[in-house]
C-alpha cells in the first residue's frame, strides 16, 4: 500500500512539474521529435527563443540532483532504508513507474494529443506529434538514467547516512 501511495505522490508531483515546465512549449523543444526540432529550428519566428543545448544540459543537471534529493528523502526519511540495495532497489521500482506513467499518460496520451503542444509552423506534422517510438525512447533512455540516479542515491544512503 505504501508503494502505491508513494507512486501517486511522486506522479502527481512530476505532473505538476512537467505541466509548469510546459506552459511555453518553445521552451521544451528538445521533448520534441527530432523532425519538429529541425523545422522550428528553421522558422524566423523562433529565432532567439529557442534554449540552447548549454541551457538544456544545465536543466537535465539541476532535474537529476533535484531528482536524487527527492530520492534520498524518500528513501532514507519515509521509508527508513539505510543500505544501498535496499534503497537503490526501491528507488528504481519507484522511478520505473513515474517514467512508465510519464510514457503512457503524459507523452502518449497527453502531448501527442494536445493541440497546446503544436507548435505554429509545425501543424503539418501530425505524424511527427503521433511519434510514440520516440517517447519510448525516452523512457528507455530515463530507465538508463535510473541506474545512475538510483545508485547515487542508494550510496548517499549507504554510505552517510
Known amino acids: 500500500m505504501v508503494l502505491v501511495i ?33 523545422r522550428v529550428k528553421s522558422l524566423k519566428e523562433y529565432e532567439g527563443q529557442i534554449p540552447t543545448e548549454k541551457k538544456k544540459l544545465g536543466a537535465k543537471i539541476g532535474a537529476s540532483l533535484l531528482f536524487i534529493l527527492i530520492l534520498v528523502v524518500v528513501l532514507r526519511y519515509i521509508n527508513g532504508y539505510k543500505t544501498f540495495i535496499e534503497s537503490f532497489g526501491y528507488g528504481f521500482l519507484l522511478w520505473t513507474i513515474v517514467n512508465l506513467y510519464d510514457l503512457v499518460v503524459l507523452d502518449i496520451l497527453w502531448f501527442c494529443h494536445d493541440p497546446f503542444f503544436v507548435l505554429k509552423g509545425t501543424e ?22 535510473a541506474l545512475i540516479i538510483c545508485s547515487i542515491a542508494g550510496i548517499i544512503i549507504g554510505v552517510f547516512l
Not at 512549449?25 to 519538429?36: A, D, G, V
Not at 503539418?124 to 538514467?145: A, P, Q, R, V
Open 6 to 38: 508513494e507512486s501517486i505522490v511522486l506522479c502527481l508531483v512530476f505532473t505538476l512539474m512537467v505541466y509548469f515546465m510546459s506552459r511555453v512549449p518553445i521552451k521544451t523543444l528538445y521533448n520534441y521529435p527530432p523532425r519538429i526540432q529541425e
Open 124 to 145: 503539418d506534422m501530425t505524424s511527427e506529434y503521433h511519434n510514440y517510438w520516440f517517447h519510448t525512447k525516452g523512457f528507455l533512455i530515463g530507465e538508463g538514467l
